[in-house]
Each structure stands twice: as structure tokens, then as C-alpha cells.
């Protein structure tokens, strides 16, 4: 264990911070298990970072001030791969000493704890800087952006990255206010999940104050060659110069959907709702940081098909940003919550059909991968002791979660169940919750007053068992079967869908058209379906991906190069799982997908290339 120690008397009062921190341990399900904070004693209410954007040595180098409430000697906060200079703690926020501090052996899944004897001061302060490879942080190249000129920056502290960038409480069930200077180079525009402060616009110092308290995981920044586009009074978009004006028509219903889910479900808390389009290797669709959505480029596919990522995002400034999971355990509270919000809004601003196809779609997509999940994957409350948060992140939260609230929803009628959310909404505003909270306030707000409606209904089945309950509610759209039929039918002479006008067909039908193909198909009739409808050269990355599965497994060759640009310019997750899933199931595909790999690698983010390495086996 590595010990700072800078005087004797320091040394002494180091051995107060007798007993290592442990990782906490399993047991009381309120516990966040990936936190080695305990903010009890201690609780971290305000965060001023003080840092420098140093693209040079990939960098973020400065200092943290954070304001404790709590009578606790020691403060606890999580780390990782952070270089600790120094930290001081002062009473009066002027005058600061310097402080004992520890930073405990670091933990594969959690990082470091780093423990500081605090002794009650109000303020604690850390001078530190990250690491070049910060789980938390992307640093592109020029290269890699649309520019090409000038590099990039951005965060993604969803689940436990926060504290790759901040040492701090990294818990979901701590929430904070902050503020931010951050110095970059000329040039270059910095953005937060905050308001920005007035300061010098084009300047090399940018100022945010983010007076809502938020969780860890919601602190966010980029930092870019990015221009601005309003889309409305209190909408619009940050992306690179190049991108600004396709992100904004693609974009262009986000003030519609905002109207549409505060009619649902409350006003609209946080003040502005811009989305910031960032590069491509961007891990995943989308991350709902405050004011400020995260965004792939891969949704932007020219006809606002794949716009309900925008609702799914903006749904979060309720599900998740305002009622927030108090532990990974309970991520369904944010997410099924949000799908099930999500389709509420795709319905008012689109209609009910539309909805219904993208949930008819991802409850078959569900059902497929339930197929091939351990049991207890299966369940909402999952058991993550020991485990990454990450490895919770499949279609359950996200599907099972939101068709356990339709059932409801379906059971009571939306006159009763729509008060009830907005209701839910407004008690756990700015607050955390457990499961297990969820389903007293659920009893007592819901079902007690319902009993014969909702009789059938077994909220611990739909919480802690595997499987999904027999009585549950599905979407049934029969828009897509069309699609589905044309494909399943093809029997490999002529072109599928002959004489069905697939010019109207919406992406979902697309999709749901290569998911209904007999299988193999084989490299002919690959050649036939790819001449009549060009798959291989698809614009929309859902679309792409899909196709270029069934090329890798039906050997169709004429698509590797398309294989090979996508691999290496795209690194969303969701894409690159299944695609080099099915290159690693065949012993020239696994040759072929390290290859590709060596090269694509350094472009993708920490946590798209830990998901490679593991798919390839290539896992330290
Ligand atoms: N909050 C998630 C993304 C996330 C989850 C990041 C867990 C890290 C850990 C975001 O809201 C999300 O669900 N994104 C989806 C999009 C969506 C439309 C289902 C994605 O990125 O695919
Ligand atoms: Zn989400």
C-alpha cells in the first residue's frame, strides 16, 4: 500500500487511518456495492473543479475542492488510476493545511479508495491529475473527427468512470451541485453537463455552474472544434462545424417531445436541452448528462428514424436525473422507467403505431438474447456483488422493466397510472431510491387502492424472478409483420418483397426484415438481396450492422470492405458486440476480427475495447 506522507506529524495522525479501507460487502441491498464512500459520516455536497485540458500528454491536470457535511475524522472518496499530488483541508474556505492522506490498493472493478483525514473541515482540496488512459475519458486524435483538424475530448462517467476524472463519492446515491473552470487550448470550445458562466466565448477558459444536485455519474464534459445550432427558445445542438446543420434538422422535434413529456409527467427541471453529437467512436447511442445529451453521429440517419433516442434521453431528465437509482442494483428504475417514457413521448409526437413498432422490436430482441442469459441476469434487482455495473446493461432493465410498468399502466387504465407517475416524479425529484423503496411507494400509492385491477400481478415476481411473468402486458404491432412475412417467405428465387412497396418501408421494417430471414442464407442469395436493395452500402448504421452480421456469417464476401471502414470508424458498442461476436464464432472470422482489431483499437474508447478484448478473448 502506497502511504503520502510529507511530515512527521502528518505521519502521526496518518495512523488514524488505521484500517484499510475493505470493498464493501454484500448484504443490505441500499448498500452501493461499487462505492468505497461512506457518506454517512461524510458526505461530499459540492464539487469545484479547477482543470486543465492538456491534449498533449492526454491529460486533465488541476484540482477538485469539494464541501463535506458530516461529522466523520475521515473522508473516503473513489478513485482510479489518478495521480494524487496533494490534498488540503481548510474550516473557513480560505486558508487551507495540508492534509494525511492514503491511497488504498486499487481494485480491478472499483479503483482505489482514497482515504483523507479531514477532521471535520468544511473543505477539502486535491490537487491531482488522470491518467492518459482514463476509463472515463476518450481523447481522439484529429483524425478522428469529421474536422480532422483538431482533436476532441469528452467524458462518460456512467456507471463508475466519475471517479477515472474526480475523486469523489462516486455513488448514484450521493447527490452534488458543481462548478467547473477548465482551461483548454485556443480554439477549442468547452461544454458541461451545467450552465455555462458567462466568461471569454473563443477564450481558453470556460466556466459552468450546475446548481441542481446531481449524481457523480451525470457530471460530464466535452471539448471540440464545436459550433452551435438553436432548434428552439430552449433547444439545440453542439457538434463539429461539419455535422451542426444535419444534427439539427435530424433534431429538429426535440422542443415537440419536451412539450409532450411535460404534458405527461411535470415540467421540465433543468433549463436547457441541448444535445452535443460527438465523433463516432463514441461508445454508445446515447447518455442522458444534464441539460446536455450525449449523442452518437450513428443516429443521425437523414430521416429521423432513429429519433427515439433523443425521447429516451430527454425521458431521463425525469427517470434517472430527478428519481435516480440509489445503486447499479436498482438501474432498471432508470431505465425501464425511461423506455416505458420514451414510447409515451414517440406516441403523442409520432402516434401510437410508431411506438408500438420499436417496442414490438426490442421485446423481440429481448426475448432472443433472454434466450442465451443466465437466470439471474434475468431479473430486474439484479445481483451485481462482485461484479461490474456494466455487465447489468442488457435489454431487461431497458424491456422488462418498461413492460412491467405497461402492465401496470394497463391494469389501472392511464387516467389512474399517469397521475401515479407524475406523482412519483415530483416525491423522489433530486432523490434516490432503492427498489425496495420503489415497491413500498408502489404499494401504497398504487396498488393498495387497486386491488382487484391489479390482483393478478406479482410485484415480487417481476422484481427479483428470472424469466418473464405470464401475464404480462405486450405490445402488438402488426405494422412490421409485412416485413417479417416477406423475408421468412423467401424461398430464394427472384427478389423478396416483390410487388410490396418497400419505398415506404420505415427502418424498423428494415430491420425487422434481416432479423426474418431464413437461415443461412448464404453468399448467393446475400449477392441477390444486396443488389436489389443495397444493404451494403447503407446510410443507417442500424441497418448496416445488421447486414453485415449475416455477411459475416453467410461468408459474403463483397461486403469485407464495408466490414472493415465500419469496424474501424464506428465504436458503438452496440454495434461492434454482435458483429465481432459472429466474427469470433469461426476460427478464420476470429483471425480475421483480431486483425481488424489491432488497427481499430487505439480508436475506441476504454470501455468498447475492454468489451472486444473480451469477446476475443484477448482479455489480460
Ligand atoms: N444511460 C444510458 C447509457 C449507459 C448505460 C451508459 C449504462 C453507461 C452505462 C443511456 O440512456 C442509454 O440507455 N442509451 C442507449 C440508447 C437507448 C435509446 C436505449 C444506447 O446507448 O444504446
Ligand atoms: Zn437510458
Same mark, same amino acid.
Given at each position: ?33 461499487h ?41 473516503v ?26 491511497l ?29 488512459r482514463a ?17 476532441f475530448?469528452?467524458?462518460q ?54 446548481p ?59 433549463g ?16 442522458e ?15 429521423k ?27 432498471w428504475?432508470?431505465?425501464g ?16 403505431e ?43 432493465p ?35 431510491? #432503492?427498489? %425496495?423503496?420503489? *415497491? /413500498?411507494?408502489l404499494?401504497s400509492? &398504487?396498488?393498495?387502492?387497486? @386491488? +382487484? ?11 427479483e424472478?428470472p ?35 418497400t ?13 426474418s ?13 444486396d443488389?436489389?436493395?443495397?444493404? #451494403?452500402? %447503407?446510410?443507417? *448504421? /442500424?441497418?448496416?450492422?445488421?447486414? &453485415?452480421v449475416?455477411?459475416? @456469417? +453467410? ?15 464506428v ?21 480475421r ?26 482479455a489480460?
Amino acid at each position: 500500500m502506497r502511504v503520502a506522507m510529507r511530515t512527521a506529524g502528518l505521519f502521526l495522525s496518518l495512523m488514524l487511518l488505521s484500517c484499510a479501507p475493505v470493498p464493501p460487502g454484500p448484504g443490505d441491498p441500499s448498500v452501493d456495492l461499487h462505492s468505497y464512500a461512506n457518506a454517512v459520516d461524510a458526505r461530499v455536497t459540492h464539487i469545484d473543479l479547477d482543470l486543465e485540458v492538456d491534449f498533449d500528454s492526454r491529460r486533465l491536470r488541476g484540482t477538485c475542492t469539494l464541501d463535506i457535511e458530516g461529522a466523520g475524522d475521515s473522508l473516503v472518496l473513489d478513485t482510479r488510476d489518478l495521480a494524487i499530488e496533494r490534498v488540503e483541508v481548510s474550516s473557513d474556505g480560505e486558508s487551507y493545511r495540508e492534509a494525511a492522506f492514503e491511497l488504498g490498493a486499487a481494485d480491478a472493478i472499483l479503483g482505489a479508495p482514497l482515504r483523507i483525514l479531514r477532521e471535520g473541515a468544511a473543505k477539502v482540496r486535491i490537487a491531482y491529475s488522470t491518467h492518459e488512459r482514463a476509463s472515463g475519458l476518450q481523447w481522439l486524435d484529429p483524425a478522428q473527427t469529421a474536422g480532422g483538424e483538431l482533436p476532441f475530448l469528452y467524458s462518460q462517467s456512467q456507471a463508475i468512470h466519475a471517479r477515472s476524472w474526480i475523486p469523489l463519492q462516486d455513488s448514484p446515491g450521493v447527490r452534488v451541485t458543481y462548478s467547473a473552470r477548465i482551461r483548454t487550448p485556443t480554439g477549442l470550445r468547452a461544454v458541461m453537463s451545467a450552465e455555462p458562466a458567462d466568461g471569454e466565448i473563443g477564450g481558453r477558459e470556460h466556466r459552468f455552474h450546475m446548481p441542481l444536485p446531481i449524481p457523480s455519474y451525470l457530471i460530464a464534459i466535452g471539448v471540440g472544434d464545436l459550433a452551435f445550432r438553436a432548434t428552439g427558445p430552449r433547444t439545440g445542438v453542439y457538434a463539429e462545424p461539419s455535422v451542426v446543420a444535419a444534427a439539427a434538422r435530424e433534431f429538429e422535434d426535440t422542443e415537440a417531445m419536451m412539450q409532450a413529456a411535460e404534458a405527461l409527467y411535470g415540467p421540465y427541471r433543468w433549463g436547457r436541452y441541448d444535445i452535443l453529437v460527438l465523433p463516432p467512436a463514441f461508445p454508445y447511442g446515447g447518455m442522458e448528462n444534464p441539460r446536455l445529451t450525449f449523442a452518437s453521429p450513428t443516429v443521425i440517419a437523414g430521416d429521423k428514424s432513429l429519433v427515439s433516442l433523443v425521447a429516451h434521453e430527454l425521458a431521463h431528465s425525469w427517470s434517472g436525473n430527478l428519481a435516480t437509482n440509489a445503486t447499479w442494483r436498482d438501474f432498471w428504475l432508470n431505465e425501464g422507467f425511461t423506455v416505458y417514457f420514451e414510447e409515451r413521448i414517440q406516441e403523442a409526437v409520432y402516434g401510437a403505431e410508431r411506438a408500438a413498432m420499436d417496442a414490438s422490436l426490442e421485446i423481440a430482441e429481448l426475448k432472443s438474447q433472454m434466450e442465451s442469459m443466465d437466470e439471474r441476469d434475468q431479473i430486474l434487482h439484479v445481483d451485481l456483488s462482485g461484479r461490474n455495473p456494466e455487465e447489468g446493461v442488457t435489454g431487461v432493465p431497458y424491456v422488462k422493466g418498461a413492460m412491467f410498468l405497461r402492465t401496470l399502466e394497463k391494469a389501472v387504465g392511464r387516467e389512474v397510472f399517469d397521475p401515479f407517475l407524475r406523482g412519483y416524479f415530483e416525491e423522489f425529484a433530486f432523490r434516490s431510491l #432503492t427498489t %425496495a423503496r420503489f *415497491a /413500498e411507494y408502489l404499494e401504497s400509492e &398504487l396498488l393498495s387502492g387497486h @386491488r +382487484d385491477a391489479t390482483a393478478s400481478i406479482s410485484v415480487q415476481e417481476w422484481l427479483e424472478s428470472p424469466g418473464l411473468p405470464a401475464n404480462r402486458h405486450e405490445h402488438v404491432s402488426e405494422v412490421l409483420d409485412v416485413a417479417a412475412e416477406a423475408a421468412a417467405g423467401w424461398t430464394g428465387d427472384g427478389v423478396p418483397a416483390e410487388g410490396l412497396d418497400t419505398d415506404s418501408w420505415t427502418t424498423q421494417h428494415w430491420l425487422r426484415f434481416l432479423r426474418s430471414l431464413p437461415e443461412p442464407l448464404g453468399a448467393d442469395r446475400m449477392a441477390l438481396l444486396d443488389e436489389a436493395f443495397g444493404f #451494403t452500402e %447503407a446510410g443507417n *448504421a /442500424e441497418i448496416r450492422c445488421e447486414w &453485415l452480421v449475416l455477411a459475416v @456469417r +453467410d461468408g459474403y464476401r463483397p461486403a469485407s470492405e464495408a466490414l472493415e471502414s465500419f469496424l474501424i470508424s464506428v465504436g458503438r458498442m452496440k454495434f461492434l458486440r454482435p458483429i465481432y461476436r459472429q466474427l469470433a464464432s469461426s476460427e478464420s472470422g476470429l483471425a480475421r476480427a483480431r486483425e481488424i482489431y489491432s488497427r481499430a483499437r487505439t480508436g475506441y474508447h476504454p470501455v468498447a475495447a475492454q468489451m472486444v478484448d473480451q469477446i476475443l478473448g484477448e482479455a489480460d
